[in-house]
């Protein structure tokens, strides 16, 4: 059976800093697309990051520069490292895990999902 399972999310001040990981199990990690999603309430989830099984990442324009996806297969762990992050960051923060993807930051092509963690940024 498929987990997910995100931590590390919690308040931050603008400007700050933030890692947010995502432990995996019950399939392949190595060989699955992973991605981060974002939502806040009465918005649709967000493609942010994703990572390919060869490591190339793709990145919404909103956060180049600011925000890092890696992976590290022997651990089945994912992270996003967030920095210089701003109140338009917060949002609860979801991992998604898929086995073919065309479109890395569209959710329907993610078949497995965690159940977020938190991010409050403050002002």
């Known amino acids: 059976q498929v987990h997910l399972v995100e931590s590390g999310g919690g308040s931050v001040q603008a400007g700050g800093s933030l890692r947010i990981s995502c432990a995996a199990s019950?399939?392949?990690?190595?060989?699955?697309?992973m991605a981060w999603f974002r939502q806040t309430p009465g918005k649709e989830r967000e493609g942010v990051a994703s990572i390919d099984d060869d490591g190339s990442t793709t990145y919404v324009d909103s956060v180049k520069g600011r925000f890092t996806i890696s992976r590290d297969n022997a651990k089945n762990t994912l992270y996003l490292q967030m920095n210089s992050l701003n109140p338009g960051d917060a949002a609860m923060y979801y991992c998604?895990?898929?086995?073919?993807?065309?479109?890395?930051?569209?959710?329907?092509?993610?078949?497995?999902w965690g159940q977020g963690t938190q991010v409050t940024v403050s002002s």
């Open positions: 019950g399939y392949t990690f190595s060989r699955y697309y």
């Open positions: 998604a895990a898929g086995r073919y993807v065309a479109d890395r930051l569209r959710q329907s092509e993610y078949d497995f």
